[in-house]
């Protein structure tokens, strides 16, 4: 595994709290890096410069290349892989839109700065709860530190893709492959061919010299594909939603009220069913239909176009075959009583 050492420059944040948070930094990215070293180093600048942070648009500002290279990636040169300069809010500057940053550099050292308090918290999506509220260095910590690590291992950045909508970022973490390293054979390799020059002078008459085992490295496992669409927990399920929608095309309001809809009908549930009774003209309770799956397709209504079985067990055909419905307007989403009653708006 890739061993890697972290300086965090700590202006103005002397925390009681820093070995809590370094601990839960080292053990969320534990599968795929060892931070063998993070060090705390205390600085109390005053005056920080910042400059525009061109290509993220107005109003987003960083701190000034050539101060952050002469006063803190100075610090951390020779000894450590990656500088995370925290700032307190008090001298962040105003009006800046970001919170950090990981920066490109040319001396080796990933860079990344961010903004906060020892309290900060951050409200991150967490369905069903949509405003979690986590520790604020942690949540900016990890997003620019995968920015770090898929800038030293050279792959596609995906950190925003798994950050958008539902912060979940353990996939991008997945997705980080560091090179294999190969052994030491080199004298093992010296040692073999000493004895394939005599084999080869002699006419390769005798038993070719067998290769030495640790000449080849053991072959690289890939970890397992992510799988496009999750199905096992409420958050997993109104992300795997939130991407068909995209895939269909739905806009912002289709996508936002479908998806909410949804969670009011089934909470996210594939295999929620609901059962719809009524009565005879003798007074007998009878069962009338059943709604079934994640969608709740009702089977006296939709059994032929999406029997039972599929509406519960394909939750993408479901879903698929509602945001067909969806995008024809008021009167098809009125079909799903969670919309008409206006319950869904408690999952918006």
């Known amino acids: 595994m890739k061993k890697l050492a ?8 002397q925390w009681s709290s820093w070995p809590q948070k370094i601990q839960r930094i080292k053990e969320w990215f534990a ?40 006063n803190i990636a100075s610090l951390a040169i020779g000894k450590y892989d990656i500088v995370i300069f925290v700032v307190p809010w008090s001298q962040w500057f105003k009006g800046n839109n970001a919170w950090g940053y990981k920066t490109l550099t040319d001396d080796g050292l990933v860079h990344i700065q961010i903004a906060c308090g020892e309290q900060s918290v951050m409200y991150v999506p967490d369905p069903p709860n949509p405003n979690r509220a986590s520790d604020a260095f942690f949540e900016e910590a ?17 950190t925003h893709k798994w950050a958008t909508d539902y912060n979940r970022l353990e996939f991008a973490l997945a997705e980080i492959k560091f090179p294999e390293l190969l052994p030491d054979v080199f004298g093992k390799v010296f040692a073999w061919l000493a004895l394939m020059i005599p084999w080869i002078k002699g006419g390769k008459q005798s038993t070719m010299p067998p290769i030495p085992a640790e000449i ?51 909470q996210y549930n594939t295999k929620a069913i609901g059962r719809n009774y009524d009565f005879n003209s003798r007074g007998e309770k009878y069962l009338a239909s059943t709604d079934w799956g994640l969608c709740q397709w009702n089977d006296f209504y939709h059994g032929k176009e999406i029997p039972p079985e599929v509406a519960l067990n394909n939750p993408e055909r479901a879903v698929r075959l509602m945001a067909f419905y969806w995008k024809k307007g ?15 708006r408690n999952y918006l």
């Open 142 to 158: 990890r997003h620019e530190l995968l920015h770090g690590l898929f800038f030293l291992t050279g792959q596609t950045d995906t």
């Open 216 to 266: 080849l490295p053991d072959p690289i496992v890939e970890p397992p594909p992510v799988p496009k669409y999750l199905w096992d927990t409420p958050a997993n399920v109104r992300h795997s939603v939130r991407v068909i929608c995209d895939e269909e095309n739905l806009n912002w309001e289709q996508k936002n009220t479908m998806c909410a809809t949804i969670g009011g009908e089934s």
């Open 6 to 13: 972290i300086l965090i420059v700590a202006n103005n944040s």
């Open 31 to 70: 599968s795929r890096v060892d931070f063998t070293i993070i060090d705390v180093k205390n600085t109390s600048f005053t005056d920080i410069p910042f400059q525009t942070s061109f290509g993220n648009g107005e109003g987003f500002y960083r701190v000034e290349d050539k101060w952050y290279d002469r």
């Open 330 to 344: 008021e009167a098809f989403r009125r079909w799903w009583i969670a919309y008409k009653n206006g319950s869904y």
